[in-house]
T-cell receptor, first 115, second 112 residues
Framework: DTGVSQNPRHKITKRGQNVTFRCDPI?????LYWYRQTLGQGPEFLTY????????KSRLLSDRFSAERPKGSFSTLEIQRTEQGDSAMYLC?????????????FGNGTRLTVT | GESVGLHLPTLSVQEGDNSIINCAYSNSASDYFIWYKQESGKGPQFIIDIRSNMDKRQGQRVTVLLNKTVKHLSLQIAATQPGDSAVYFCAERWTGGFKTIFGAGTRLFVKA
């Protein structure tokens, strides 16, 4: 399967702990996105990478959140000092290039539960 | 502000009937629109897209209609099947932007 891969699929953590998620995009895609989705809502944009450069961060992404894409391939999203409000599905998506108006290809997400 | 919304949160149809899912968008600068299907426990899956220079585009059993005058988008599913049961999201983007903005979604139930 050459789609977007996310790990882990599920993560349960206690409030105050740090968590890290990984995303492996489709190999030829140079654009990578992180979204957050809560129950009954559409995905909300968090951040965007073009190759290794992080070009935009949403105001939703507090200082506790950090994302990296060190070699322009896989990406990690870290949440420090987790709060119960961080509980959500974290989705990663990739696309080949913007100019062609290509759609995002999503992974199956990491579901985070903060207890 | 920029937003994508949906008229109906839930739609229930009989198997074999046609389904129509509607969506309103507010950003007149948007020029690319996408429909996604999301099944439980999975990420959104691309269904069909349309650019603003078109008003209709057809795929396999699906048709997207775009009315820029009233900023309205719809997804038509022909001969709806149980496997079509899912949440459907419309999304928008504009040239030069990189964010795809999603609405809240419509849940489609297909009755056998």
């Amino acid at each position: 399967d050459t789609g977007v891969s996310q790990n882990p699929r599920h993560k349960i953590t206690k409030r105050g702990q740090n968590v890290t998620f990984r995303c492996d995009p489709i190999s030829e895609h140079n654009r990578l996105y992180w979204y957050r989705q809560t129950l009954g809502q559409g995905p909300e944009f968090l951040t965007y990478f073009q190759n290794e450069a992080q070009l935009e961060k949403s105001r939703l992404l507090s200082d506790r959140f950090s994302a990296e894409r060190p070699k322009g391939s896989f990406s990690t999203l870290e949440i420090q000092r987790t709060e119960q409000g961080d509980s959500a599905m974290y989705l990663c998506a990739s696309s080949p290039r913007q100019e062609s108006n290509s759609p995002l290809h999503f992974g199956n997400g990491t579901r985070l539960t903060v207890t | 502000g920029e937003s994508v919304g949906l008229h109906l949160p839930t739609l229930s149809v009989q198997e074999g009937d046609n389904s129509i899912i509607n969506c309103a968008y507010s950003n007149s600068a948007s020029d690319y629109f996408i429909w996604y299907k999301q099944e439980s426990g999975k990420g959104p899956q691309f269904i069909i897209d349309i650019r603003s220079n078109m008003d209709k585009r057809q795929g396999q059993r699906v048709t997207v209609l775009l009315n820029k005058t009233v900023k309205h988008l719809s997804l038509q599913i022909a001969a709806t099947q149980p496997g079509d049961s899912a949440v459907y999201f419309c999304a928008e983007r504009w040239t030069g932007g990189f964010k795809t903005i999603f609405g809240a979604g419509t849940r489609l139930f297909v009755k056998a």
